[in-house]
Nanobody, 130 residues
Framework: QVQLVESGGGSVQAGGSLRLSCVVFGYAYRHYCLGWFRQAPGKEREGVASLDSDGTTKYADSVKGRFTISRNGAENTLYLQMNSLKPEDTAMYYC????????????????????????WGQGTQVTVSS
């Protein structure tokens, strides 16, 4: 059974940094698609960043240059380094995982759609104050 467990959320002031972690349990396939999503109150869940088993990364325009997605294979952990945080980054952040085909469903210049992912974590809250 695949389980994803996020951690690392918290409250920071604008301009600060946080690193989110997501440990992936039970996924033993070599080919994968991993992603970070976020959902602010009253808004739909949106993609933030994705990473596939070929090392291809994609980012939402709103976080390019500020956020970095990475993975530690030995620890089965996905990370999201968030720098220069803004109040509009405030949201519940979720990690997601599925087979690599999930990333292949992404449009050329966009992130994989939420519906492509079958495995989700419980979320970790990020609050950025001005």
């Amino acid at each position: 059974q695949v389980q994803l467990v996020e951690s690392g959320g918290g409250s920071v002031q604008a301009g600060g940094s946080l690193r989110l972690s997501c440990v992936v349990f039970g996924y033993a396939y070599r080919h994968y698609c991993l992603g970070w999503f976020r959902q602010a109150p009253g808004k739909e869940r949106e993609g933030v960043a994705s990473l596939d088993s070929d090392g291809t990364t994609k980012y939402a325009d709103s976080v390019k240059g500020r956020f970095t997605i990475s993975r530690n294979g030995a620890e089965n952990t996905l990370y999201l380094q968030m720098n220069s945080l803004k109040p509009e980054d405030t949201a519940m952040y979720y990690c997601a995982a599925d087979f690599k085909v999930a990333c292949l469903r992404a449009p050329a210049a966009g992130l994989p759609p939420r519906a492509s992912f079958g495995f989700w974590g419980q979320g970790t809250q990020v609050t950025v104050s001005s």
